[in-house]
Every structure is written in C-alpha cells, then in structure tokens.
C-alpha cells in the first residue's frame, strides 16, 4: 500500500498566490522528501526533512514535518505558472527504498 | 550532460515481444532503481541496486530482469509483454539509498499493443 497520501488531489490557484500540499503517512520515517514532475519529465528532488527535523526552506518552498502526526506540508509561496506540475511526497521508511504517495496536481494560473 | 539517462524514450511493441530499458548514471552514486508509474501517476518500487547487488525485488514478475553490469548502469529487461505492462518506467540513482535525494530519468513510456 502507498505509504505516503497527499491531499489535495488537484489543486487550481491563481498567480501570485500560495500553494499548500499536504502529505500523511502510516509508519515511522527516517526522512521525508518532496518531488516535482512536470508533465512528460521525470521526478526533480525539491526538499528533503529528516525525521528530527520540523521544518525546512529552500527558496519559495517551506516544508515542514510533524512526526506525532505522521505529516508534511509544502508550502509554494508567490507561485508561478512555472511551478504547475504534480508534487509527490515519498518516505524513506527503511529497507533502502523511497515510497511515493500518489501526488498532488497543481495548476497556476496566470 | 544528462545526470540520469535512460533509452529509449518512447517504446511501442506488440504483446508477447521481449524488450530492453537501458539505464546510465554520471554521478557517482551507489544505488539504482527501477521505477513504475501508471496511468494514475502512482509511483512503485521495482527494483533497487547497491554497487551491483540486487537489494530489493518488490515482487515483480519474473517476465521482469534487471542486470546491473556495473554501478553506472541498470538495465530492464522484459520478456513476453502484456498489455498490462504499458506504463512509464523510470530509472534513478541516490548516493546512500533512500536517506538521500533521488536523481530520475526522463522516463520510459512503454505502449503495449
């Protein structure tokens, strides 16, 4: 079963706006990592948290991981009709591999 | 020059045919993967490859061999295609396994007729 589950589904903003993704997961986590996949490409590494870290930046990206709850949330602000792609959560939960929930569409409209 | 790169980019084939995903990594990195993605975006686990030792088969049918011939690449290779195997694969590499970020090709899209 997919480990991680991010909400929303599909998600339609405006530019300028913020984007907030969410993402659960079921067992302890050694670390929590954030994907971007635009449409036709391959996956592109945007964050990774460790599981005693509690939040993150990079740029326009705050992640940030709250392991009592078993979640993470990444946060795009000022968003650009660049930054409209599916957004994928996935948990190093040991055994060596990543496991990916099933992805957040994100549309910016310009 | 490309981190990841896997060919063919496109692939059609009729069922029951044998064909071949090969996969090449310039980083350095320890571990390969096999990746599926279905119609619904959802992402799975194959294969995994550390210094070319198998690590995780995450039970995949045997129509399905990956060969490492050296930690630079990992190649897929699947005999007697089924129209349930179109889907688009992806290779990636990471230097220490999951605990750090994972490099992906472009991608396979693999049509089965």
């Known amino acids: 079963s997919q480990q991680g589950e991010e909400d929303p589904q599909a998600l339609s903003i405006q530019e300028g706006e913020n984007a907030t993704m969410n993402c659960s997961y079921k067992t302890s986590i050694n670390n929590l990592q954030w994907y971007r996949q635009n449409s036709g490409r391959g996956l592109v590494h945007l964050i990774l948290?460790?599981?005693?870290?509690r939040e993150k930046h990079s740029g326009r990206l705050r992640v940030t991981l709250d392991t009592s709850k078993k979640s993470s949330s990444l946060l795009i602000t000022a968003s650009r009709a660049a930054d409209t792609a599916s957004y994928f959560c996935a948990t190093d939960a040991g055994g060596n591999k990543l496991v990916f929930g099933a992805g957040t569409i994100l549309r910016v409209k310009s | 020059d490309t981190a990841v790169s896997q060919t063919p980019k496109y692939l059609v084939t009729q069922m029951g045919n044998d064909k071949s995903i090969k996969c090449e990594q310039n980083l350095g990195h320890d571990t390969m993967y096999w990746y599926k993605q279905d119609s619904k975006k959802f992402l799975k686990i194959m294969f995994s490859y550390n210094n070319k030792e198998l690590i995780i088969n995450e039970t995949v049918p045997n129509r399905f061999s990956p060969k490492s011939p050296d930690k630079a690449h990992l190649n897929l290779h699947i005999n007697s295609l089924e129209l349930g195997d179109s889907a688009v694969y992806f290779c990636?590499?990471?230097?220490?396994?999951?605990?750090?970020?994972?490099?992906f090709g472009q991608g396979t899209r693999l049509t089965v007729v």
């Open positions: 948290i460790r599981s005693n870290e």
């Open positions: 990636a590499s990471s230097q220490e396994g999951a605990a750090t970020e994972a490099f």
